[in-house]
């Protein structure tokens, strides 16, 4: 019986024509989105990688049939090439590959309903935020439409973005372990259907857009990066406890300024290279190179004087006033009795 029915119904079926009665009547597409995994933030080239399922559900008047004539038949499974599909994309892509690659079957009713639920990798243009890195938030969104038919000849309906089949409105808050990749956590990921009118074209296109909100886990970052940052920016301060006879006084210093280049340099590989933002831990970073700068020309300043003796350099009398006579009394330092 369903072989029978294939054959009745793709006799004379056109794939490359649109499923209308008339060519004014437009085909109005229910779509939405499952996202199954969460799989890369690219952070340094703006990309997002994410595991998704699109669902596409349109009626299809040449399709139809009636069970009792094929032995109660109601639905019927039917590769998709072999269908017309609409050219829904991904507009915001990155990598090239706008359309799906898996061209899995399509389920098929005798009403002439067809729901294609084909599985895709999307790479998609992401706009990083780095200023709070890495307790930052990022919103990437996912932009799908018709690439060549306007809205008069495909409609797009907004459909519940689910996860894994489940029943789970856009406008609810996702459930955090069910979206967490190990360094980010999908919170949030509301969508909307917009009608836009391009320079290009005098015809209004429909889009649906998807934002999703997606937190970063800073628990590594915080480990391995911001406090050894903070514990060697610390040692800063010991150098002024240190005598001037010890030679690693200066040692000290330069190691400090070596150690905050070398994770100044970690993070300029880990963030993308813009100049629109800094972010505060690379602020942070700078400004404690300054200190430590200002602290190595301190402390050779402070060897130079150390170093000096009567028979090679005489006091200025600005030192001797400020550093014998005025100081002391301020700090409350004694003089010892010669």
Not at 13 to 40: A, H
Not at 176 to 198: C, H, M, T
């Amino acid at each position: 019986a369903e072989e029978k029915l294939f054959r009745d119904l793709f006799r004379n079926y056109n794939k490359w024509i649109r499923p209308v009665m008339n060519v004014s009547d437009n085909v109005t597409v229910t779509f939405g989105v499952s996202i199954s995994q969460l799989i890369d933030v690219d952070e340094k080239n703006q990309i997002m990688t994410t595991n998704v399922w699109l669902r596409q559900e349109w009626n299809d008047h040449k399709l139809q049939w009636n069970p009792e004539d094929y032995d109660g038949v109601t639905v019927l499974r039917v590769p998709s090439t072999d269908l017309w599909l609409p050219d829904i994309v991904l507009y915001n892509n990155a990598d090239g590959q706008f359309q799906v690659k898996q061209q899995t079957k399509a389920e098929v009713q005798f009403d002439g309903m067809v729901l294609w639920v084909p599985p895709a990798i999307y790479k998609s243009a992401c706009a990083i935020d780095v200023r709070y890195f890495p307790f930052d938030k990022q919103n990437c969104s996912m932009k799908f439409g018709s690439w060549t038919y306007d809205g008069a000849q495909i409609d797009m309906k907004f459909g519940a973005m689910t996860y894994d089949g489940a029943n789970q409105s856009l406008e609810h808050q996702m459930e955090r372990e069910e979206w967490s990749n190990g360094e980010w956590v999908l919170e949030d990921a509301p969508g909307a259907r917009n009608v836009v009118k391009y320079e290009c074209c005098p015809e209004k296109y429909i889009d649906i857009t998807y934002h999703l909100i997606i937190r970063r886990l800073p628990l590594f970052y915080t480990i391995n990066l911001i406090i050894p940052c903070l514990l060697i920016s610390f040692l800063t301060v010991l150098v002024f406890y240190l005598p001037s006879d010890c030679g690693e006084k200066m040692t000290l210093c330069i190691s400090v300024l070596l150690s905050l280049t070398v994770f100044l340099l970690v993070i300029n590989d880990i963030i993308p290279s813009t100049s629109l933002v800094v972010p505060l831990i690379g602020e942070y970073l700078l400004f404690t190179m300054i200190f430590v700068t200002l602290s190595i020309t301190l402390t050779v300043f402070v060897l130079n004087i150390h170093h000096r003796s009567p028979n090679t350099h005489n006091m200025p009398v600005w030192v001797r006033k400020i550093f014998i006579q005025t100081l002391p009394k301020l700090l409350w330092m004694e003089r010892h009795e010669v």
